[in-house]
């Protein structure tokens, strides 16, 4: 079975590579906000120059991002899709993601339409390119 998805090894890992930085976050985010005395879950207030927020944000981002990467990769690589192109695009997503994390955390540049707005826009676009490969490769 794996044969069949051998041509994708860099998109199936940047899958796994997302999933694990998204797990490793979690921790760090509850920890943030058990110091700050948030309960477990609360949101701690939206001030981007607080590093608990910043965190929080960034591990939300994570997990509402990888949804869509995770079924665009896979339909694409289960539809036949090019596998230079998914594995490219998967690895952009990947790439874009981990940037965007670390603009995140650091709070590098303005809350909008700073750094973090366009890493978050190339990873957005590589999904939108995959769903596309994903439909023409189905159709």
Request: hydrophobic letters at 60%.
């Given at each position: 079975?794996m044969e069949a998805f051998?041509?994708?090894?860099?998109?199936?890992?940047?899958?796994?590579?997302?999933?694990?930085?998204?797990?490793?976050?979690?921790?760090?985010?509850?920890?943030?906000?058990?110091?700050?005395?948030?309960?477990?879950?609360?949101?701690?207030?939206?001030?981007?120059?607080?590093?608990a927020y910043r965190l929080?944000?960034?591990?939300?981002?994570?997990?509402?991002?990888?949804?869509?990467?995770?079924?665009?990769?896979?339909?694409?690589?289960?539809?036949?899709?090019?596998?230079?192109?998914?594995?490219?695009?998967?690895?952009?997503?990947?790439?874009?993601?981990?940037?965007?994390?670390?603009?995140?955390?650091?709070?590098?540049?303005?809350?909008?339409?700073?750094?973090?707005?366009?890493?978050?826009?190339?990873?957005?676009?590589?999904?939108?390119?995959?769903?596309?490969?994903?439909?023409?490769?189905?159709?």
């Amino acid at each position: 079975m794996m044969e069949a998805f051998a041509a994708y090894s860099h998109a199936l890992a940047s899958l796994v590579i997302f999933t694990l930085i998204i797990l490793a976050l979690a921790p760090f985010s509850a920890l943030a906000k058990g110091n700050k005395g948030l309960a477990p879950g609360a949101t701690p207030e939206q001030d981007y120059s607080d590093k608990a927020y910043r965190l929080n944000r960034a591990h939300l981002n994570g997990t509402e991002t990888l949804p869509a990467f995770a079924i665009t990769t896979i339909v694409a690589m289960l539809a036949g899709a090019s596998p230079f192109w998914v594995n490219f695009l998967a690895s952009a997503v990947l790439v874009s993601r981990i940037a965007m994390l670390v603009v995140h955390l650091q709070g590098i540049g303005k809350p909008h339409s700073g750094a973090r707005s366009v890493f978050y826009v190339l990873g957005w676009l590589c999904m939108v390119v995959l769903s596309v490969m994903a439909l023409v490769a189905i159709l």
